[in-house]
Nanobody
Framework: VQLVVESGGGLVQPGGSLRLSCAAS????????MGWYRQAPGKLRELVAT???????DYSDAVKGRFTISRDNAKNTVYLQMNSLKPDDTAVYYC?????????WGQGTQVTVSS
């Protein structure tokens, strides 16, 4: 993988849904652990969800039961389905690809949850 690009962010009302996509370019995408992270203003970047090359998923307690991470290796893409969104979910969401010590971050996509 050489580059990852996020898309799908936007403005949504509380209780709404969004699906983020992260498209990777390059080879060996299926070997990478892919993750979604987020950073709210004035806060540190935090883990949201990860999916390993074998399809094992993990979630932060803040999003467990509301968000779902998935990957499509045929499309070199990882998704984050976000349901029951709350104002506290407002942040820039980043995609990360990791294989061993090799890590690539995307530029991020803004998600704003507000009425």
């Amino acid at each position: 993988v050489q580059l990852v690009v996020e898309s799908g962010g936007g403005l949504v009302q509380p209780g709404g849904s969004l699906r983020l996509s992260c498209a990777a370019s390059g080879s060996s995408f299926s070997s990478y652990t892919m993750g979604w992270y987020r950073q709210a203003p004035g806060k540190l970047r935090e883990l949201v969800a990860t999916v390993t090359s074998g399809g094992v998923t993990d979630y932060s307690d803040a999003v467990k039961g509301r968000f779902t991470i998935s990957r499509d290796n045929a499309k070199n893409t990882v998704y984050l389905q976000m349901n029951s969104l709350k104002p506290d979910d407002t942040a820039v969401y980043y995609c990360k690809a990791k294989l061993g010590i090799f890590t690539i971050w995307g530029q991020g996509t803004q998600v704003t949850v507000s009425s």
